[in-house]
């Protein structure tokens, strides 16, 4: 007898299951405060995030009028790392309805997956101190793997790790990058609308956009019929 592979549900972490912003900004900030720059803007800085921390130190200092050296930029981006892992939950907090959501989700017999660009011990840190770890059966860094997304891998081992199938997957992501592993996989991709991008939500090109997770299972539910018969 063939047994039907479940449905897995991948998602980001910053910016889509998590509001990381408050603890990722304060450790851009402790890094360049000794540099005489003054802390970022929130609304500009958050649209940083998605490139991950380097980036948000080399934008932050370009728009301070810096012109950074390379090893300037790791040694700031070490700085960085041990400031942010040791302030990872201050702040951060899921965004309203997740862990309701995560919830009905698995008892309806899907498979729940992290799939981030996040280095892979700091995923863990985070989801652990947030007490989400128990949510989900596989969490992967973008540090798991060879190459991070955009490239396919590291959503197509996270999907085989749950037990699952590309087939009967969808991918939930905040960034052009949650949609075009989304796309190299043939996966159907949800975005949320409330979390760290450059380009409109509505622009992504996600097959789905949400602005809360109570809607996220009737999105789901267009996209992956068979999450009812799991």
Same mark, same amino acid.
Request: hydrophobic fraction near 40%.
């Given at each position: 007898?063939?047994?039907?592979?479940?449905?897995?549900?991948?998602?980001d972490?910053?910016?889509?299951?998590v509001?990381?912003?408050?603890?990722?900004?304060?450790?851009?900030?402790?890094?360049?405060?000794?540099?005489?720059?003054?802390?970022?803007?929130?609304?500009?800085?958050?649209?940083?995030?998605?490139?991950?921390?380097?980036?948000?130190?080399?934008r932050?200092?370009?728009?301070?009028?810096?012109?950074?050296?390379?090893?300037?930029?790791?040694?700031?981006?070490?700085?960085?790392?041990e400031?942010?892992?040791?302030?990872?939950?201050?702040?951060?907090? #899921?965004? +309203?309805?997740?862990?309701?959501t995560?919830?009905? %989700? *698995?008892?309806?017999?899907? =498979?729940? &997956? $992290?799939?981030?660009?996040?280095?892979?011990h700091?995923?863990?840190?985070?989801?652990?101190?947030?007490?989400?770890?128990?949510?989900?059966?596989?969490?992967?860094?973008?540090?798991?793997?060879?190459?991070?997304? #955009?490239? +396919?891998?590291?959503?197509?081992?996270?999907?085989? %790790? *749950?037990?699952?199938?590309? =087939?009967? &997957? $969808?991918?939930?992501?905040?960034?052009?990058?949650?949609?075009?592993?989304?796309?190299?996989?043939?996966?159907?991709?949800?975005?949320?609308?409330?979390?760290?991008?450059?380009?409109?939500?509505?622009?992504?090109?996600?097959?789905?956009?949400?602005h809360?997770?109570?809607?996220?299972?009737?999105?789901?539910?267009?996209?992956?019929?068979?999450?009812?018969?799991?």
């Amino acid at each position: 007898m063939t047994t039907t592979p479940p449905p897995v549900i991948a998602f980001d972490l910053d910016g889509t299951l998590v509001d990381t912003a408050p603890d990722l900004l304060n450790a851009l900030d402790a890094v360049l405060e000794p540099l005489g720059i003054a802390p970022s803007d929130r609304a500009v800085a958050r649209s940083y995030i998605g490139g991950g921390a380097r980036l948000m130190i080399e934008r932050a200092l370009t728009s301070a009028g810096h012109t950074p050296e390379d090893s300037q930029l790791r040694e700031l981006n070490q700085h960085f790392l041990e400031h942010y892992a040791a302030h990872i939950a201050v702040g951060s907090r #899921p965004y +309203p309805g997740t862990v309701a959501t995560l919830e009905s %989700l *698995a008892a309806q017999g899907a =498979q729940l &997956a $992290v799939c981030t660009n996040k280095k892979e011990h700091l995923a863990r840190t985070l989801l652990d101190q947030l007490d989400l770890t128990r949510h989900f059966r596989v969490i992967t860094g973008g540090d798991t793997y060879a190459q991070p997304k #955009p490239d +396919p891998l590291p959503l197509t081992r996270s999907v085989e %790790l *749950a037990g699952g199938t590309l =087939q009967r &997957a $969808v991918m939930v992501g905040d960034s052009r990058t949650d949609i075009a592993v989304a796309r190299a996989c043939a996966v159907p991709v949800i975005a949320v609308s409330f979390g760290y991008t450059e380009i409109p939500p509505e622009e992504l090109g996600a097959d789905h956009l949400i602005h809360h997770y109570e809607e996220l299972e009737n999105a789901l539910s267009a996209l992956l019929p068979s999450l009812q018969d799991a």
